[in-house]
């Protein structure tokens, strides 16, 4: 059984989206494509859901740095502003700071400045409503400064606040200010979207009006491609290995990757015939470098591109979900939606109780461990790599997880129908 979903106001079990002819739409996002991780491919289809049902969409977006934490295309190194087209899109990049540590000042830096080189283009827009993409922060402060009255959602992939403190990126005071100023933001905001319903019971308890709140759930953008292990290393240029276990997206401190190396280690001590690849790249990578030296099943993967991408789930005999012990309420892995649809029994170290935990749990999608124990990691994904029935059970289970929360069309449906509801809330 799947996890309830409370009524969102939201008629996502349409056979079409709702048409939003006629309708202009602002939106403010620093994550957008060609970034592959992270929100950026969902607010990449935001504004083509958008676009297909009619509306007139104006994007303001920053400049790819994630999750390098790196502005590495040469067309934004120089300059403040490029306006750019996309499938219809009326796309405006902001230059702003990228820190080279991405710490809490780091950030506050980078929101402070995307805040300041938004905000003057939401006052210049016409748009009828302005929806704004959460994390950064700075985009819904951006959206709301630059309302002029007009209707203004927020789309909540992270939960800022939270995510400081249960990281370890600040203390627990600093990230219950930052968690309170979140959640003014955000009732103040007229529509407020939850990727999963556990947001919603933090952000009532924060303040934010339950009516306000509506669910907007992820989906697949992964296509899944048809090969087997031995062809997908092959075009990958990986070496065979007996056991493959990989994990990817961003090295941050909420992934808690240390984990994962540490198991690497201990294979390597106990011989295991088994490599632990990690894939991405984000601000935890040379720390996990260095940690890493001299250990001979550990890889470290550069980012690959969409392309590629379907290729290293389907290289893998074990797809790895890690978050640091602690980590409860602040997100939950957009990866998951790609892991669910990708053939591959999947083994995650998270902690229970928490927002992955109990959404795996409640499926019976994955192997689960005790969060922060490379011995029990390893061993699951030993256990796992070695029988076929518990392969094939958990591919199952995590291809029933995907069909009913992660459906690309339900949510396509549900972006058109949040903007809809947000141009009738005024």
């Not at 056979?15 to 957008?32: D, I, N, Y």
Request: glycine share 10%; net charge neutral; charged share 20%.
């Amino acid at each position: 059984m799947g996890l309830p979903v409370p009524d969102s106001g939201i008629d996502v079990a349409a056979s079409t989206p709702r048409s939003l002819s006629g309708l202009t739409v602002c939106a403010v996002a620093c994550h957008f494509q060609p970034e592959t991780s992270g929100s950026a491919p969902y607010n990449t289809e935001m504004v083509r859901a958008l676009v297909a049902a009619g509306a007139a969409v104006e994007l303001i977006t920053g400049v790819p740095h994630y999750p390098q934490w790196k502005v590495t295309d040469p067309r934004y190194r120089r300059g403040l502003r490029w306006r750019e087209s996309y499938e219809g899109v009326e796309v405006t990049r902001l230059r702003h700071l990228v820190p080279a540590r991405a710490g809490l000042s780091g950030r506050a830096r980078l929101e402070g400045s995307f805040l300041s080189l938004a905000t003057p283009h939401v006052l210049a827009s016409k748009a009828d409503v302005i929806v704004a993409v959460t994390p950064l922060l700075a985009a819904l402060t951006a959206a709301r400064a630059g309302s002029r009255g007009r209707p203004v959602g927020a789309i909540v992939h992270d939960l800022t606040g939270n995510g400081a403190a249960q990281s370890g990126t600040t203390g627990g005071r600093v990230g219950a200010a930052l968690a309170a100023g979140e959640y003014r933001l955000l009732a103040g905001s007229d529509r407020v979207a939850v990727i999963t319903p556990r947001f919603r019971d933090v952000l009532q308890a924060g303040g934010v009006p339950a009516e306000k709140i509506v669910d907007l759930p992820l989906f697949t953008h992964v296509e899944r491609v048809d090969v087997d292990r031995h062809e997908a290393r092959r075009r990958l240029g990986w070496p065979e290995r007996s056991v493959v276990a990989v994990h990817t997206g961003n090295m941050g401190m909420k992934q808690g990757l240390e984990t994962i190396v540490d198991a690497a280690a201990l294979a390597d001590r106990r011989g295991d015939d088994v490599e632990f690849v990690i894939v991405g790249d984000g601000n935890r990578r040379a720390a996990l470098v260095e940690r890493g030296i001299g250990i001979e099943r550990l890889r470290f993967v550069d980012p690959v591109g969409e392309d590629d991408y379907p290729y290293v789930l389907a290289a893998a005999d074990v797809l790895l979900l890690n978050e640091k012990p602690g980590v409860l309420e602040m997100s939950l892995p957009s990866k998951l939606t790609s892991y669910s649809s990708a053939g591959r029994p999947i083994v995650a170290s998270v902690e229970a109780g928490g927002i992955t935990h109990s959404l795996l749990a409640a499926h019976d999608a994955a192997a689960l461990v005790a969060c922060g124990d490379p011995a029990a990691l390893l061993a699951e994904v030993l256990r796992v790599a070695a029988d076929p029935v518990a392969t094939d059970r958990l591919v199952g289970a995590a291809a029933d997880l995907q069909r009913s929360q992660f459906d690309r069309s339900v949510g396509v449906r549900a972006f058109a129908d949040f903007v809809g509801s947000l141009a009738d809330s005024r």
